[in-house]
Structure formats: C-alpha cells, structure tokens
C-alpha cells in the first residue's frame, strides 16, 4: 500500500492553518474533559477496551508526540509520506494501547491535557517555519507539516469517540474537520485506485476511485455522498456502511457505488 500511496501526489495543507487547527482543536477537547466527573471519566467507548480516561491520555500522547519527536535529533531522510500514513498505523496498535493504558494510570485526566497544551504551544513556537524538518514517529521519518496533518485526523476522529462515550458536544475546529475528511478521502482513492465512482462529502472533499471505466463529463453514473463527521466514522470503522445507507445518512447510486467492502480505510 505504500508504494502506491508515493505514487499519488498529496493534496497540500497549508501548515500555518494546519499548525492552528490542532492547537485549536486540542483546546476544545481540553475543554470538554475539564467538566467531566470521575463517573464519566470511567466510562466505556467505542475504542474497544478503553475508557474515557484512556481515550484522554491517548488524545494527550497523540498531540504530545508533536512535542517529544521534535525534542529528538531530526533523521536524515524521509521514510513516510503523507499518504502512508493511514496504512501504516494498525500494526502498531498493541504498543500504543500499552502506551495509553500506562499514560491514564499515572495521570489526572485534566492535569495531562493541561501539561500537553503547554508544551505543544512552546514546541510550535520554537519550532522552525521550515515544514520539511523531518521527525522521528511510530510510522517512521516524516515531515513536520505531514505530522500535524496527520494530527488533525487523530483530534477529530477521537473528540468524536468521546463525544459519543459522554453525551457532550464539543465543537471541531473547521480547518480540522477539513483536513481529516480530505485525508481519508485520498486514502480511499489509494486504497481502491480508479475513475468509476465518485465519492463527495461536501464542502472538503471529492474524490475518483474504485477501477472501471472513467467518468469525465456530465453527471458520474456512480456516485457516492455523505457528511463529513459521517464519512470519518465510515473510514475509521466507527459505523458501518449498511448502517448509514439504512439511516440516509449516505447516499449511494450506480452499480459501483456500494463501497461498503472498501471501509473502513483506516484502522
């Protein structure tokens, strides 16, 4: 799956809107948890096996790897582009759970977001303008700019497991929601590469994929539709594709728009 996904040209993120999305998107989850008791702390998510505690301490590892990656040397050269990344997190799974399981025991929830916000905010600010200083992460060497991208789809995909755990709203920060939609949107069109179906989840993505024959004027024959909070819950596995058609909550027409075989596309 990599190989393909460096054969694809990746979409561009502006990293000054990048860089304030995550910040901004950090803060309404700080937010969030600041008012939630202990009984909801100790209740159970989507994310199999965690609690809201846990999901807090992984939110708080996910945004503080920003911070303890650029602490370290940076690596010589790049070992994985943007467009790798959502293919590149699930065998890592079994050590981040350890990771986050240890992190939620030896943390106060607040206390944490807290301590993380602030040094994202010391680290950004001593960081250079230069996106391509490269980082060491789980997945490999990547960019700075590519990171936070990839930090944008972390924050707006789990404010959305903890929304769905406490019961409370919490706003997403648009230029993050942006970002996570478009890209889980392009990592659909690596996984399933083609011009057949269109799939559109208006106002941040439109995307080709699936092989067939090629669309190029007038309406696509196949064309898939969805919100964007909908389409992130698809392609991370948090509902599934019957479910959301049952519920109209996607629009599917055209004898290639069932997709369902190709979600989620992140795991």
Known sequence: MPPA?????????????????VTTQFAHVQEAVRGLSDGQLA????????????????????V????????????????????????????????????????????DPGELLTRTAEQLAEALAAAPEDQDRLLVTR????????????????????????????????????QALATATRLLADALAIKAPGGSVEVRVPPFAVVQCVEGPKHTRGTPPNVVETDPLTWIRLATGRTAWAEELDAANVSASGERADIGDLLPVLS
């Open 64 to 107: 503080g790897s920003v911070v303890s990656n650029l602490r370290e040397p940076a690596p010589p050269q790049p070992e994985t582009a943007l467009l790798d990344w959502p293919f590149a997190t699930a065998p890592l799974a079994a050590g981040i759970d350890d990771d986050t399981r240890a992190l939620a025991a030896a943390n």
């Open 139 to 174: 997945v490999g060497a990547m960019r700075l700019a590519d990171h936070l991208v990839t930090r944008c789809v972390e924050l707006v995909v789990h404010t959305d497991d903890l929304a769905a755990a406490t019961g409370v709203e919490i706003p997403y920060d648009r």
């Open 5 to 21: 996904a460096r054969k694809q040209r990746a979409r561009r993120y502006d990293p000054s809107k990048t860089r304030a999305a």
């Open 43 to 62: 209740l159970p998510t989507r994310v199999a096996g965690w609690t809201v505690r846990e999901l807090v301490a992984h939110l708080s590892m996910a």
